[in-house]
């Protein structure tokens, strides 16, 4: 059974410019969440997606948006990136909604120059 | 608002050492417990988790309790290797949230020593 895989693995881009990271969960995996992994702010949540529906919001500014297709598989758009938006972007699926167990992907490492 | 605490590392052992890290949460309600583990650049892997009050959750070794009392869930192993050797973060859902969003502790890194 094929992993969370997440796509691409490494990115460069400049300070002002948008990106668009992509995330395709575990076969049958109808929700799909993001996290924003930085040294200094550790793990933290982006947004859910669950069947084409954001379930949950995390505290990031309007800058960083998703969505879900049909599928299942996600992706994350971040416009006006900036310095501080540097960080290790991952994916986790799982089966359902309501505290079921998560698995991740390998992450996006974006950097912005 | 939920949130985990974790012993800060880095955590210093040597091989076939006991080995524990200490978890704290708070939330409302009665989340589920996990622990994962990230080896260097790679993703989070699920290490084991724990559902409800006194269970214990174990894996490769590794074991955690469920303590409702303490609000707590210190990971244990033990007698570490040095492929143990990464950084371990614990982590809670909560089941009055109807999604799956995790909240997670700050994160352990763990170095055996051979």
């Known amino acids: 059974k094929a992993g969370v895989t997440q796509t691409p693995r490494y990115l460069i881009k400049t300070r002002g410019q948008q990106v668009t990271l992509s995330c395709s969960p575990i076969?049958?995996?109808?929700?799909v969440s993001w996290y924003q992994q930085t040294p200094g702010q550790g793990l933290q949540f982006l947004f859910e997606y669950f069947s084409e529906t954001q379930r949950n919001k995390g505290n990031f500014p309007g800058r960083f948006s998703g969505r879900q297709f049909s599928n299942s598989r996600s992706e994350m758009n971040v416009s006006t990136l900036e310095l501080g938006d540097s960080a290790l972007y991952l994916c986790?699926?799982?089966?359902?909604?309501?505290?079921?167990?998560?698995?991740f992907g390998q992450g996006t490492r974006l950097t912005v120059v | 608002g939920n949130s985990v605490t974790q012993m800060e590392g880095p955590v210093t052992l040597s091989e076939e050492a006991f080995l524990t890290i200490n978890c704290t949460y708070t939330a409302t309600g009665y989340p589920s417990l996990f622990w994962y583990v990230q080896y260097p650049g790679e993703g989070l892997q699920l290490l084991l988790k724990a559902t409800k009050a006194d269970d214990k959750g174990s894996n490769k070794g590794f074991e955690a309790t469920y303590r409702k009392e303490t609000t707590s869930f210190h990971l244990e192993k033990g007698s570490v290797q040095v492929s143990d050797s990464a950084v371990y973060f614990c982590?809670?859902?909560?089941?009055?949230?109807?999604?799956?969003?995790?909240?997670f502790g700050g994160g352990t890194r763990l170095m055996v020593k051979p």
């Open positions: 986790a699926s799982s089966l359902n909604t309501g505290g079921t167990e998560a698995f």
């Open positions: 982590a809670l859902s909560d089941h009055n949230n109807a999604g799956n969003m995790l909240t």
């Open positions: 076969s049958g995996h109808r929700s």
